[in-house]
Structure formats: C-alpha cells, structure tokens
C-alpha cells in the first residue's frame, strides 16, 4: 500500500476499530526464501502471555557463529511476512548476516493486529507485551541449537504501534535492546488508555520532559543509556510528526539521567544536522546529538512529504514509501555502532 493510499484515521492503533479486517489478517504460513534463508513460524507461550513469532535465519548462517539479533515489530493491520517484505530486513540479514524476530500480534488481542502500547499493563517490565516481546528474545538466545546471538548485539525496530512499543521496550528492558529505533512512533506512555491514544497520535503526549523521568524510573536499577534512532514522515497524518519530536525530547531527558551527567543535549542544538534528497524522491533532514566523549546517541531523520510509512522500503508490503532514505539501511548501521556497553 503507498503511502497516498494509506488510511487517514487515527483510529488505526487502537483496539476500538470497528473495521471488518479479521479475514485479511489470517496467520501467515512459514516460507522458504529463494536465497536459501529460513523464515520460520513459532509460538511463544510464558507466563505473560503466549503469541506466534517468526525467525529468519539467513542464507549461509552457521550455529556456532554469533550473530546480532533485530527485533522487528509490525504495525496495525500488519503480519510479519507482510512487514519482513516491506522493509527488506531479511535481505539485508543475508547480506550482513545477522538473526530477525517478528513477534505477531493477532486479532485475539486486537482487532487491527496492533500491539496494545497504550495501556499500563503494557507499559512496565514483567507483564504484558513487553514481557512476551522479552521472552521471545530470550527464547531464541537460549535455543543454542539453532542459532548463536551476540547478547551485546541485540536490537528492537518497529513502525507504528510497534515503535510504540519498541520506545517501551527501551524503557523496560534496557538490559536485553542495546538500541532502539522507532518509525513513526510515539514516546513513552504517550497515552495510557483507548481513549487517549488518538488524542496522542494527533496533538503528541504530555510533556515529553515529565514522560523522559518516567520512563528512566521504569528501566529502575537496569537504567542505561538507550541509544535511538527515529524516522518520522513529515506528512504522516496517522501519528503526526509531532511525536517524533517527543520521541527524541523524551529520550534526551531519560539518557540524560541514566547518563550520570555524560549526556545532556539539546533538541534545539544538535551535534549535526545535514539535508539530502533521495534522487527522484523525498528531500530529508539528519540530525544527531552525542555524548560529552564525542559517542552519537541519538539519530533524527524527518523525511519531507512522506506519509505514515517505512521509509525506503518496498512497495512488496504495506505501509511502505520507497521514495525515502532506507530507514532499513539506516537503522542496522547505527544499531551496529552500537552495541551494548
């Protein structure tokens, strides 16, 4: 779906939708990929909660070799093999060798497949989402069989509701995401509640400075600096691109503090900032901001004229707009001058 074909409303990341969708959102089947990669159905069941998830393993992969690990988590109306072909995360994977997880989240917990970030049960470590996210991670680093992770490389990218809760993962669980990165998301508890998440999507959450401090007090005693790096269209009428203001606002603050004082930047004064224009597409803007060593924390692409979408990606899936920078490309390598310290 392009972009000029996405839906307007707002309403798509909450679970009052009352569109008909339960028959487009059918389970997808595991697939062999021509490349000679795996892309593999399981289902993960803990005391949170159980949801299926997919594992690509790329073409040329040996146990014993280890490897990062990318989270990736779908959109509304979304599936994993729907956003594996629109982000082109498995191809790149064959390319630079490294594991992709796709949780799924179904029309059993949402009607419109969106991970739920905007309720509180959601929001903190040990429950919910966050937790079944979690324990998929740490299912696939266990399965030593199958697969060798890099526990310093593991990472969680998402778009929508997914990089919702990619933010929220950050907060919870700084000890397992070395880094995060968030498409066309919003900040930490932006919403917290069916009612508010609209309202968030539209006007952006509270304050993004009180919403930093809160969600350094959920990372508790694990606190880290989390180091993001967020797109945002800047015609993204879906989640507008005030939130991916915030996200960066709010980030600054919680790094700042679990920093010791190391990182204090400002959103009006980034490290960098530099423009470029994808030929024959979207003009966009860098900026970054880094620490007083000189370390780049935190990465900011607003893509001009771009919609709610993946950017760069293939128009093989939905929620894509192929006419922007490789959100794709530019997450895996800043995820990888990252690695856990």
Not at 97 to 107: E, H, L, N, S
Request: charged letters at 10%; a neutral charge.
């Amino acid at each position: 779906m392009s972009p000029g074909r996405l839906p307007r409303t707002p309403w798509l990341l909450v679970s009052v939708l009352t569109l008909s969708l339960m028959s487009l959102l059918i389970l997808p089947q595991p697939v062999a990929h021509a490349s000679g990669g795996t892309f593999v159905q399981y289902i993960y069941s803990g005391p949170a909660g159980s949801r299926p998830y997919y594992v690509y393993t790329p073409a040329g992969y040996h146990v014993g070799t280890a490897v990062p690990l990318i989270v990736m988590l779908h959109g509304c109306l979304q599936t994993p093999t729907d956003f594996a072909a629109g982000t082109q995360m498995n191809a790149l994977a064959d390319q630079q060798q490294f594991i992709v997880v796709y949780p799924q989240q179904t029309t059993l917990y949402n009607i419109s497949a969106c991970w739920n970030w905007f309720l509180p049960g959601n929001q903190v470590r040990g429950y919910g989402e966050p937790a079944i996210i979690a324990g998929i991670v740490q299912t696939v680093e266990q399965n030593t069989s199958q697969w060798t992770i890099d526990r310093k490389r593991v990472y969680v990218a998402g778009l929508s509701a997914g990089a919702a809760m990619s933010v929220i993962l950050g907060a919870t669980y700084p000890d397992l995401f070395a880094a995060i990165g968030v498409a066309s998301g919003l900040e930490y508890q932006a919403a917290t509640s069916a009612y508010t998440a609209p309202l968030a999507q539209l006007y952006g959450g509270p304050d993004p400075q009180q919403q930093g401090q809160l969600a350094y007090q959920a990372m508790g005693s694990r606190a880290r600096v989390v180091p993001t790096i967020v797109f945002h269209g800047q015609s993204d009428y879906v989640v507008y691109p005030i939130n991916g203001d915030q996200v960066v606002q709010q980030w600054m603050t919680t790094d700042r503090l679990a920093s010791g004082g190391s990182y204090n930047a400002s959103f009006g004064s980034p490290s960098s900032s530099s423009n470029g224009q994808v030929p024959g597409g979207h003009a966009y803007t860098v900026q970054t901001w880094t620490d007083s060593s000189g370390r780049e924390i935190q990465e900011y692409w607003k893509v001009y004229g771009m919609g709610h979408a993946w950017s760069g990606g293939s128009s093989s899936g939905s929620y894509t707009d192929p006419a922007g920078p490789s959100a794709t490309n530019a997450m895996y390598t800043f995820f990888m001058n990252h690695p856990m310290s």
